[in-house]
């Protein structure tokens, strides 16, 4: 296919957060190498392209590894938070920082499950014009039972809620710097990027590929910080449960009329003391739905609390690398 754009290789940063990853990341690190290096040997990409590892406060070795890599190797740099903040954060900050020095980003997850031969084909996709190319797994035959259908109901659910997102993308992107500098003007405290990136426009693309096992240690997702972000998702992006919730009240609001009705024809017709069954029913079921909705509301209000206070969404501690 013929290149739409001209001139220079673009210079390329990967940026890979890392909680805690001091097993995986010895195994995983020379293969982002050696990609970058072939990357740059096929003059798809200029010399200056770097690895940025982005350390989330991690507890254990792997801030020390990742500078004892980028003493070695002049392609690795990182950057350490300055305590977890979790991994859309740790993105975050490691978008921002390579948007300094890079025209093209691709963020991955340290642990190997994202094919890196991909990076190919969404480089093809930005010299043909994309902005923002999404890496969407197409098979997830590795992954278990449990994590296939929770991930497939998180899918589902989002969109259901009008939190629009890829299907089946998680966050392997390529991001053009001209991307990221829009990114920057999005000043939430409640991230979920990869909702955000649609909200930005520009021309986007995806590329498939297929997810593979975890090279080493045990994921970081389980199914509470899963649904931690599908909240975060729906509550950072859309309003449709407080719409849910009024369509609730008015259906609620018509019935209780019937009910009304009901109560007033058995009082006239002498049945009325016999009404105490229902009458517990009713407000069971009615206390019910308002606390819920008093839930849903207050998770609003608390988010909105949250990003009046405007504060920095990470902090960086540490910096190491050429
Ligand atoms: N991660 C992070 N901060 C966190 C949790 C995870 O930076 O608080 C990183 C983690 O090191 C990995 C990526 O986010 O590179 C995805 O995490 P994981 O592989 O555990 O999730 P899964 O692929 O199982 O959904
Ligand atoms: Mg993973």
């Not at 024809?265 to 229902?278: E, P, Y």
């Not at 019910?288 to 008093?294: E, F, H, T, V, Y």
Request: proline share 3%.
């Amino acid at each position: 296919m013929e290149r739409k754009r001209m001139g220079a290789e673009p210079v390329l940063y990967l940026v890979i957060p890392c909680y805690n990853e001091e097993e995986v990341l010895p195994k995983t690190a020379p293969m982002f190498l050696e990609k970058l290096e072939a990357l740059t040997a096929a003059g798809q990409i200029r010399p200056e392209s770097r690895i940025l590892f982005v350390d989330d406060g991690s507890r254990d070795g792997t801030w020390q590894l990742i500078q004892a890599f980028s003493e070695k190797e002049e392609w690795i740099k990182g950057i350490s938070l300055s305590r977890n903040r979790g991994h859309q954060q740790a993105l975050l900050a490691g978008l921002m920082e390579a948007k300094q020095f890079c025209d093209i980003s691709i963020s991955i997850d340290c642990d190997g499950q994202d094919d890196i031969d991909a990076m190919d084909k969404m480089i093809d996709a930005w010299y043909q014009g994309a902005e923002v190319v999404y890496g969407v797994r197409d098979d997830r035959s590795t992954d278990t039972w449990f994590k296939r259908n929770s991930a497939q109901m998180f899918y589902r659910f989002m969109n259901l809620m009008g939190a629009e997102c890829v299907y089946n993308h998680a966050d392997y992107r390529l991001v053009s710097r001209r991307v990221l500098e829009e990114l920057e003007h999005y000043q939430e405290v409640n991230l979920f990027l990869r909702g955000m990136f649609p909200l930005i426009g520009f021309q986007s693309t995806a590329v498939s590929y297929k997810r593979a096992e975890r090279l080493a240690g045990d994921t970081h997702y389980p199914l509470k910080k899963m649904l931690a972000l599908a909240f975060d998702g729906i509550t950072g992006l859309s309003i449709r449960p407080i719409r849910l919730i009024t369509g609730a009240g008015a259906l609620f609001s018509c019935l209780s009329f019937l009910g009304v009705l009901y109560a007033i024809l058995s009082a006239l017709t002498g049945n009325a003391v016999s009404g105490w069954t229902s009458t517990m029913c009713v407000i069971c079921f009615l206390g019910g739905i308002q606390l819920l909705s008093l839930g849903v509301i207050g998770e609003y209000v608390g988010k909105t609390y949250l990003e009046t206070k405007r504060r920095p969404r990470y902090i960086i501690a540490e910096r190491c690398g050429r």
